[in-house]
């Protein structure tokens, strides 16, 4: 069953944030993932989206997959840049089995 990865992000830096994107890019591929939307300002048409944050969604094969990646030496070096670069809430949601 897919798994879907959910990311709310703040921009803090934007030139470390493009460093970020670019590791994360490349170690999501690594682990079969691939981005559904990327970095998109979400209409609200219900409640409220603040203006400074973009929604991320990247699917993975499964939740393993999902979670190798995450904790994977490939992306490790994603993960220290984001620190500096972006405040984000991160979700691992499972996708509706058929």
Known sequence: MSVYVISEVEVLDEERADT??????????RHGG??????????AVEGT???SERLV???????ERAREWYAS?????????RKSALERRLLFVDGVSE
């Open 20 to 29: 970020y994107r670019a590791l994360a890019e490349d170690s999501i591929r």
């Open 34 to 43: 691939r981005y559904l939307v990327r970095g998109a300002v979400p209409d």
């Open 49 to 51: 989206w603040p203006a």
């Open 57 to 63: 969604v990247i699917e993975f094969p499964d939740a």
């Open 73 to 81: 030496a490939e992306y490790a070096p994603a993960l220290t840049v």
